[in-house]
């Protein structure tokens, strides 16, 4: 069984749920008596790390962190964060009816969806846990406790990894929101709206600060952030800094990505084996959000990804679980990227199509668009996972295969620090690992930013990147690239610029005079 970092501590008795970046512990005498207690410091930090794919303190629900929603399992961070990346795209399409989810489908999205409700406070519910954590644990209050050297050593470890943590978030809420709040304490002072460019530069400054402070790569407990975690963070930052910021950044794209691809990590030789109950075992993943069916219960993160890809004539048990819940398939745009859809060639097309229409006439018919199959609770040898609903297999947050991908781009992009010689390798290692042999390498005239966005998708669809990828390539937005359902039209239709980013919630607008709604959608 994988080792994890388990929360031992419900944090719920020191804080409210709260949406804002005020954050205080109720009780003064009952935050120095708890944070007195090192064990409990390590259970801050685990609830951080949880934050991002659990609901709560008693899982799979109870004691939610948010009460924004009827359905506690829609406030798990990266199933919404997964939703906006995906259902917005070509890539994936949901059939349910709740409330605002098919605004994601056809681009009709308001202020006051509550999926965008969820992205948005969760984010800062992270940020606002970090903040609280780096005040408790500063060294004016450390001087309080009695901490053993050694302790003392460790701490300095995990307020490494909250900064990182606090930067992710930070990076999540710049690309998905752009104009939001920077705070980096707690305070009562609603806060002031930032610029895009303040930013990118504290989520840059903020890893270059903690780089050396972090363990390097694989030499931290499974499921927390390394070296090498915050490398592919700086990597993505910079690779996107001309939607951010309008500046190149390539160059220093590439110099994080050298220091991953000059570290541990070597590509899984069977691609599915990076999406199963045992993908911890996999070299290939360099940071993850793990999952175990046991003991990180909730109804998000890849427990939904594998359930909800389950419908028609499939059979849930051969996926490790007890039942599917008929919601996600993709669109003829991403099957047409493959040679064939049932695999024989590129192994990484993985659709079931018994039952399925190519086509989908009816968003909210499961039975219409291929289902996909990338995700389940089936083990690298064919055993089930520890249990029927919920999964054990981790979400890849980051992975070697987008390395090799994002270091192609940046030099194609111009990046110094890399060579075509080499881009065309790490191409070609991740063809030949997809056709089990040299017949699907491409040359170096094959090599351009458009087989990049496509092999892009071939190899990382699902995988919460699409959006990110489509809008730095320009084909988000407009009419230059449609699929089906793009702006609510079956066969595709032009959205607006705006839709890049998503707007900032009404309810928060109201609360914090502040804050200006993002262009697009009103005051």
């Not at 719920?12 to 007195?36: H, I, M, V």
């Not at 801050?44 to 609901?55: F, M, P, R, V």
């Not at 259902?87 to 349910?96: C, R």
């Not at 007890?322 to 040679?339: C, N, Y």
Request: hydrophobic letters at 35%.
């Amino acid at each position: 069984m994988k080792r994890l970092l388990i929360l031992t501590l419900a944090i719920s008795f020191l804080f409210g749920s709260c949406a804002d970046l005020e954050l205080k512990p109720q009780d003064g005498a009952t935050a120095n008596n708890t944070f007195g207690q090192f064990t409990n410091v390590r259970s801050y930090l685990a609830k951080i790390y949880g934050a991002y794919s659990l609901t709560g303190n008693q899982g799979p629900a109870g004691q939610a962190d948010l009460q924004l929603v009827n359905d506690e399992g829609f406030t798990s961070y990266i199933r919404a964060y997964w939703k906006a990346q995906e259902l917005t795209t070509d890539e994936a399409v949901i059939a349910w009816t709740d409330a605002g989810i098919q605004d994601l489908n056809t681009h009709t999205w308001s202020s006051d969806n509550q999926f965008v409700k969820v992205l948005y406070y969760r984010l800062f519910l992270i940020i606002s846990y970090s903040n609280d954590f780096l005040e408790q644990t500063s060294a004016s209050n450390v001087e309080n406790f009695s901490y053993s050297d050694s302790e003392k050593e460790t701490l300095e470890d995990y307020r490494a990894e909250v900064r990182f943590l606090r930067a992710l978030a930070y990076w999540h809420a710049l690309d998905l929101f752009r104009n939001i709040p920077l705070v980096t304490e707690i305070t009562a002072n609603p806060p002031a709206q930032s610029t895009p460019e303040a930013v990118f530069s504290f989520i840059e400054t903020e890893l270059n600060d903690i780089e050396s402070l972090m363990l390097p790569p694989q030499q931290n407990e499974y499921g927390r952030a390394d070296q090498a975690a915050l490398w592919m963070l700086q990597a993505k930052l910079y690779l996107n800094a001309p939607v951010y910021i309008g500046e190149d950044r390539n160059t220093e794209a590439l110099a994080s990505l050298n220091k991953v691809l000059n570290g541990p990590y070597t590509l899984e030789p069977e691609y599915n084996n990076l999406f199963n109950a045992d993908n911890h075992n996999s070299n290939e993943l360099i940071f993850t959000l793990p999952s175990d069916g046991m003991r990180t219960q909730s109804y998000g993160s890849t427990t939904f990804l594998t359930h909800a890809s389950i419908g028609g004539t499939m059979t849930a048990t051969d996926f490790g679980v007890g039942d599917g819940w008929a919601g996600l398939r993709t669109t003829a745009s991403l099957v047409s990227k493959f040679p064939d859809a049932d695999g024989s060639s590129d192994g990484r097309a993985m659709f079931y199509t018994d039952g399925q229409t190519l086509e989908i006439n009816d968003l909210l018919e499961f039975t219409n668009g291929y289902a996909v199959t990338k995700y389940s609770n089936v083990t690298s040898t064919g055993e089930d996972g520890s249990d029927v609903t919920f999964v054990d297999t981790d979400y890849p947050l980051f992975r070697l295969g987008d390395a090799y991908l994002m270091y192609a781009e940046a030099v194609l992009r111009g990046g110094s620090g890399g060579d075509a010689a080499t881009a065309l390798s790490f191409i070609n290692a991740l063809r030949e690992r997809a056709y089990g042999d040299t017949s699907g390498n491409i040359n170096t005239a094959d090599l351009t930013l458009d087989f990049i966005l496509d092999e892009r998708a071939r190899e990382l669809y699902y995988e919460g990147s699409r959006r990110v990828d489509l809008i730095r390539f320009n084909k988000y937005t407009g009419n230059e690239y449609v699929w089906p359902w793009k702006g609510g039209n079956i066969d595709g239709a032009s959205i607006d610029a705006f839709r890049e980013i998503f707007p900032i919630p009404a309810n928060d607008l109201v609360a914090n005079p502040n804050l200006d709604q993002n262009d697009g959608y009103g005051g």
